[in-house]
């Protein structure tokens, strides 16, 4: 499969790190040294559902195809305010499609996931163009009276339009079944005959921990990719890594090799939007033509899980 179209949004809210520290113990050097964030865009007069429409049709709109043409939609997403139906089912008539979809949620990952089940179901039959969103709101899901989660995330939401095509190389995706590292409990309804009620909390980050799995897990990944397809370092053109924190993203990068020009970010400016990080990167990268035809791209993301994911592509336009 190749992809033909992206598109992003973010909140119309902009939070500097000064902002924060107004009722938060923490200032911009703290934030900017241990993270690489300087803002985050959250959301305030929007809700999730706009961001993910408007990404998905300046996705389209890019493809040059018709809502009417998309096949299948995957959405990946970790929490909204519905449990069901799933996001897919809320934005499908608003973005003018009539296809079928599916919501999935593998964290911060999910983009990568989320391409290998469209290159699967591409290379199977059952569709030819396949949107895939990731629409992400994880500001709601942190406690702001505490500084260490609050501090890393923004709200965001990208999208890409896939077809048939050469450039999708390989995937790899991982799964070490961890969940006390990173995870996030949604309150439920008690019944009469509940013994074990767990109330919801809020977002429960080790941030030790979290640190060395992710840059540990997302390297074995990336040199896996790599090692399968008998590359190094020094022909990939881009590694596009999930933005979820400058340190992480230098560790991986110290381990992989080569210049800190080959790994953009864009956490400086929107914090860590979960599986929308890689999509909205990538729509800006694109958009400002930096990425070319033949350019070899390694693709990386971990999340809550925990999961990780790598794949490659060869650029096609």
């Not at 305010?81 to 599916?102: N, W």
């Not at 109330?199 to 080790?206: A, E």
């Not at 990336?222 to 881009?238: A, R």
Request: proline letters at 3%; glycine letters at 8%.
């Amino acid at each position: 499969m190749k992809i033909i179209g992206t598109g992003s949004a973010v909140p119309s809210l902009t939070v500097t790190n000064d902002d924060l520290a107004t009722f938060l113990d923490t200032n911009d050097a703290w934030i900017t040294t241990r993270t690489g964030i300087q803002a985050r865009h959250l959301l305030s007069s929007e809700d999730l559902y706009d961001l993910a429409v408007d990404a998905a049709n300046k996705a389209i709109s890019a493809s040059g195809l018709r809502p009417d043409q998309i096949d299948f939609l995957l959405v990946s997403n970790v929490a909204n305010r519905h449990i069901t139906p799933g996001l897919s089912c809320i934005v499908q008539k608003r973005i003018g499609l009539s296809c079928a979809g599916l919501d999935i949620n593998v964290a911060c990952a999910g983009f990568v996931n989320a391409l290998m089940l469209a290159d699967s179901m591409i290379k199977a039959g059952h569709a030819k163009n396949i949107l895939i969103l990731c629409a992400e709101e994880p500001t709601k899901y942190c406690n702001w009276n505490e500084r260490d989660c609050s501090v890393l995330f923004g709200d965001g939401a990208g999208a890409v339009v896939l077809t048939e095509g050469g450039a999708f190389k390989d995937v790899k995706l991982t799964m070490i079944s961890d969940r006390d590292v990173l995870y996030y409990e949604r309150g439920m309804e008690t019944t009469p005959f509940e013994q074990h009620y767990v109330k919801g909390q809020p977002l429960v980050m080790k941030g030790k921990e979290l640190f060395k799995t992710a840059v540990t897990e997302s390297a074995k990944d990336i040199q896996n990719v790599l090692d399968y397809n008998h590359l190094t370092s020094d022909d990939i053109d881009w590694f596009l890594l999930h933005q979820a924190n400058k340190r992480i993203i230098e560790g991986i990068r110290h381990i992989i090799g080569g210049p800190e020009e080959k790994y953009p970010t864009v956490i400086e400016k929107y914090g860590n939007t979960s599986s929308a990080s890689i999509p909205i990167m990538l729509d800006e990268m694109l958009r400002a033509n930096k990425i070319k035809a033949g350019d070899k791209i390694i693709m990386s993301a971990f999340g809550a899980g925990f999961v990780s994911a790598a794949c490659l592509w060869e650029w096609e336009v």
